[in-house]
């Protein structure tokens, strides 16, 4: 919840009214539990959204193994939800089993992907992102963790929370 990537979308947010919270998954950063493959980082992510907004339109992010933990908590809430934004940062493509983006959902969903992330390569993200038709928002020469780019992240995020699907 420390990372600079999710520091700065959280603050994208807020700048755009929206309340932000951010957690640490199980057995990071001293919470309890151990890593459990994303299946219990899903119910995490799932009992945080269930106590923090429980009713009301809800807006989804996530950041790396993040984005791909927020691609199954979407496709778990959509159509019990009102699902109004979601941004994918980094997504874990290739690394993890990403889940599909429900088709309504697409033009509600920023992609975003620096173009020499060492850590997913961007043909990866490409790859997932194609057969859905799914936009990828390239940043040039941008890296996994967005160095020196934060601003413009920030600004795309801002961006796509403030327009209307």
């Given at each position: 919840?420390d990372?600079?990537?999710?520091?700065?979308?959280?603050?994208?947010?807020?700048?755009?009214?929206?309340?932000?919270?951010?957690?640490?998954?199980?057995?990071?950063?001293?919470?309890?539990?151990?890593w459990?493959?994303?299946?219990?980082?899903?119910q995490?992510?799932?009992?945080?959204?269930?106590?923090a907004?429980?009713?009301g339109?809800?807006?989804l992010?996530?950041?790396s193994?993040?984005?791909?933990?927020?691609?199954?908590?979407?496709?778990?809430v959509?159509?019990?939800?009102?699902?109004?934004?979601?941004?994918?940062a980094g997504?874990?493509?290739?690394?993890?089993?990403?889940?599909?983006v429900?088709?309504?959902?697409?033009?509600r969903?920023?992609?975003?992907?620096?173009e020499?992330d060492?850590?997913?390569?961007?043909?990866?993200v490409?790859?997932?992102?194609r057969p859905q038709?799914?936009p990828?928002?390239?940043?040039?020469?941008?890296?996994?963790?967005f160095?020196?780019?934060?601003?413009?992240?920030?600004?795309?995020?801002?961006?796509?929370?403030?327009?209307t699907?």
């Amino acid at each position: 919840m420390d990372n600079k990537v999710v520091q700065t979308m959280a603050r994208a947010f807020v700048a755009s009214g929206f309340a932000a919270v951010r957690f640490n998954f199980r057995g990071i950063g001293g919470s309890a539990g151990a890593w459990d493959e994303g299946r219990g980082e899903v119910q995490d992510m799932l009992a945080v959204v269930a106590q923090a907004a429980a009713d009301g339109p809800l807006a989804l992010a996530g950041f790396s193994f993040g984005a791909f933990v927020t691609s199954h908590v979407l496709s778990q809430v959509w159509g019990t939800r009102e699902v109004t934004h979601v941004v994918l940062a980094g997504t874990a493509a290739g690394r993890f089993g990403v889940a599909e983006v429900p088709g309504p959902a697409r033009t509600r969903t920023l992609v975003v992907h620096g173009e020499s992330d060492d850590v997913v390569p961007l043909a990866a993200v490409m790859d997932w992102a194609r057969p859905q038709l799914l936009p990828v928002t390239v940043v040039p020469g941008g890296g996994h963790f967005f160095h020196g780019q934060l601003p413009l992240l920030k600004g795309l995020v801002a961006r796509h929370l403030q327009a209307t699907a």
